[in-house]
């Protein structure tokens, strides 16, 4: 079954570095999402992404984060000077359409913020 | 803006009683989806509700979307170890954005 790849599985930064967290989504999807989960909280929506830009964001998705799709299968995530408050569980989804259409998670990336 | 709120927030069970977990939106909705995440895991589509009344079931999980549009529930029968974890109910309001609710966490003692 296809399924949405993550790397890395773990990033371990300094708080005011650059972190890129990457994603395959599946091959034949046109969205792309991604999600942050604060440890032990519930799923917040950052980013929205369909035929390559973004098609809504959310308050979290400020100035210092960004994504990219730099070729035909990756799907990127920037975030530009990290702070401790961005340490959380990354993850990215994909899905054929918007809306009523299932949502395939990847594995996610755990980002600390030291 | 639109929010999803879910309740209860943490369930203990004992192995085979019933387990049910509430959803409700601040404004109607498209459709819902249900997910489950495993501890340590990551969300898993369990099912989507479109209809308004809609009631579907996957072996002993019924979900159930409100006449109105802003509320849903997930109900377990029976449970077992294995549905331990979290669920998650997913609103759609139109747009590109699911707005997850905050999520329930099942405990099930053996």
């Known amino acids: 079954e296809p399924e949405v790849t993550q790397t890395p599985s773990h990033q371990v930064t300094q708080m005011g570095q650059e972190v890129i967290l990457r994603c395959v989504p599946i091959s034949n999807h046109l969205y792309f999402y991604w999600y942050r989960q604060i440890l032990g909280q519930k799923v917040e929506f950052l980013v929205s992404?369909?035929?390559?830009?973004?098609?809504?964001k959310s308050e979290i998705f400020d100035d210092q984060f960004s994504v990219e799709r730099p070729d035909g299968s990756n799907f990127t995530l920037k975030i530009r000077s990290t702070k401790l408050e961005d340490s959380a569980m990354y993850f990215c989804a994909s899905s054929e359409g918007r809306g009523p259409y299932e949502q395939y998670f990847g594995p996610g990336t755990r980002l600390t913020v030291t | 803006g639109q929010q999803v709120m879910q309740i209860p927030q943490y369930q203990h069970v004992q192995e085979g009683e019933d387990f049910t977990t509430y959803c409700n939106s601040s404004t109607t909705l498209s459709n819902i989806q249900w997910y489950k995440q495993r501890p340590g895991g990551h969300p898993v589509f369990l099912i989507q509700l479109v209809k308004s009344g809609e009631v579907k079931k996957q072996k002993r999980l019924t979900f159930q979307f409100g006449e109105a549009k802003k509320n849903s529930s997930l109900h377990i029968t029976a449970t077992q170890t294995t549905d331990v974890g979290t669920y998650f109910c997913?609103?759609?309001?139109?747009?590109?954005?699911?707005?997850f609710g905050a999520g329930t966490r099942l405990f099930v003692k053996a």
């Open positions: 997913a609103g759609w309001g139109g747009g590109f954005k699911t707005i």
């Open positions: 992404f369909y035929n390559n830009e973004i098609s809504e």
